[in-house]
């Protein structure tokens, strides 16, 4: 039995193309479908072409907490521990010992009544203010004042107020204390020097062993960028490059230490490798696109296409960071262009 098409509208795909048959009509091709391109601004910028190296990330101001005095270890902190201004750093035959004060000067003397004025007389007493304890005028000169203080300090902190510090009761540091790795067990016999645990600041830093002969790479106050282990790029200043090279051994290039300093926190990690990136060339103010902008032209060189579908002759200059400078007449700041998925 022969069926009639009467209105019925039947779609038909021929040759790649879209067909309508309405009836008995003539097929005609169905408009084409609008392809959304994905287009970038051309932007002025400064670019920066990086190199990158390995590095350490760690802690600043290392050092070594060494015993004051003689006797059983009783506590040690644990590594990670921070210590801040007026707390201990261990203990001794169970009473607390080596109060962290910020300063400078080490205490390389005694305090008591009637030593010779000193720098370091100051550098107490301004502890002793900033913890809250009246010392009178802060100045080099120890006086009952100077005395009345530090009997207060000792009674808070149930030591003997006799109103003298030996040394080794008090350690200057710059700042707050990170305790780092353990070089003694509680039950220890211990004595003055006895090494007890590094020590560092709170502040992350990263160390670059440079090739000797790139020492040009660095300077001093240079920004840089830095791969934490986390995947995170964070920003860095140079702040120390090493003026005398040394070798790991005798197959291997002479370095110098570049140290990189961080701001914020960056986690807890100690002695992670870390990926530094040194500028090695730089363009400021540049035209630039991203690189999947840029096309190869037929013939040679390279172009931009418009959105209108015109190419756009430029010759590429320095590639930072996924984008590219590009020059050319008719490129302007703000112009949109083509780029591939």
Do not use: C
Not at 20 to 29: E, L, S
Not at 140 to 156: C, G, I, P
Not at 176 to 200: H, M
């Amino acid at each position: 039995m022969k069926r009639a098409l009467g209105s019925v509208a039947v779609v038909a795909a021929v040759a790649g193309g879209a067909f309508v048959v309405a009836g008995g009509d003539t097929p005609t091709k169905a408009a084409e479908p609008t392809v959304s391109r994905e287009t970038a601004v051309v932007e002025r910028r400064d670019l920066v072409d990086r190199e990158n190296l390995a590095g350490t990330l760690g802690y600043a101001d290392p050092g070594t907490l060494a015993s004051g005095v003689s006797g059983t270890l009783t506590g040690l902190r644990d590594p990670g521990t921070v210590v801040t201004r007026g707390h201990s750093l261990y203990s001794v035959n169970g009473d607390p010992a080596a109060f962290l004060l910020y300063g400078d000067l080490p205490a390389w003397r005694d305090f008591a009544s009637g030593m010779t004025d000193g720098e370091d007389v100051r550098q107490l007493e301004r502890n002793l203010r900033a913890l809250g304890y009246d010392t009178g005028t802060v100045d080099d000169d120890w006086d009952w004042e100077t005395t009345a203080a530090v009997k207060a300090f000792q009674r808070d902190r149930d030591l003997d107020d006799d109103g003298t510090l030996a040394r080794g009761e008090v350690v200057f540091r710059p700042d707050a204390t990170r305790i780092g790795e353990a070089k003694a067990t509680v039950g220890d016999q211990t004595g003055p020097g006895r090494a007890l645990a590094e020590i560092s600041s709170t502040a992350r830093r990263v160390t670059v062993a440079l090739d000797a002969r790139r020492q040009e790479l660095a300077r001093k106050g240079d920004e840089v960028t830095v791969e934490l282990p986390t995947g995170d790029t964070a920003t860095g200043r140079v702040s120390d490059v090493g003026t005398v090279a040394t070798k790991a051994g005798e197959d291997s290039d002479p370095t110098i230490d570049v140290t990189i300093t961080l701001s914020g926190r960056r986690g807890e990690l100690d002695q992670a490798p870390v990926d530094v990136g040194f500028a090695v060339e730089r363009r400021r103010g540049a035209l630039a696109v991203p690189v999947k902008a840029l096309l190869a032209r037929q013939g040679g060189g390279y172009a931009l296409e418009l959105g209108d579908g015109r190419m756009l002759p430029v010759t590429p200059g320095l590639y930072a960071d996924d984008m590219v400078e590009v020059e050319g007449d008719g490129l302007r700041e703000g112009l949109r262009v083509v780029t591939a998925r």
